[in-house]
């Protein structure tokens, strides 16, 4: 069952996020505001609007919530990954959803630091993250790739 919502889900959310879908509303919408006048805005004109739409939001806080949580376990997943095959990554961050609130803090803390230190040593962004950096990054994983 659970794959079967895993692929309905993930349909959905394509679905619903495309141009098709919010045309589909919109015209809806515009359906259903012309026939204001013909069942002269009667209680039950306003009943089917305000019905479906909070059954389809009601549902679509699930389908939601199962996406996200989707998405943000392949995105740990593939932290921990890099943070575990890089050898000077510190591997008490694999896992560090995990932690605790306080446990965040002090990590938080430890890096809050590390900017700091950057800062004092007039490190800016730019010192730090330049062209010549990237493209020195990109010869030696390329060359490192090429001798194993």
């Given amino acids: 069952m659970g794959k079967l919502f895993n692929r309905f889900s993930e349909w959905v959310m394509v679905f619903t996020g495309s141009p ?40 679509m806080v699930f389908i939601i919530q199962q996406s996200q949580n989707r998405d943000t376990l392949a995105i740990h997943l593939k932290l921990n990954e890099l943070i575990a095959v890089n050898g000077h990554a510190s591997n008490r961050l694999v896992s560090s959803e995990d932690l605790t609130e306080e446990e965040l803090r002090v990590l938080k803390k430890f890096y809050q630091k590390l900017s700091t230190l950057s800062r004092e040593d007039g490190q800016s962004i730019h010192k730090s993250h330049s062209i010549d950096e990237a493209e020195n990054n990109h010869k030696a994983k390329t060359k490192a790739k090429r001798s194993t």
Avoid: E, M, R, Y
């Fill in 20 to 59: 098709k879908a919010f045309f589909i509303a919109l015209v809806t919408i515009i359906i259903w505001a012309i026939c204001g006048p013909i069942f002269k805005f009667s209680d039950t004109w306003q009943l089917v609007i305000n019905t479906s739409t909070t059954i389809i939001t009601f549902l």
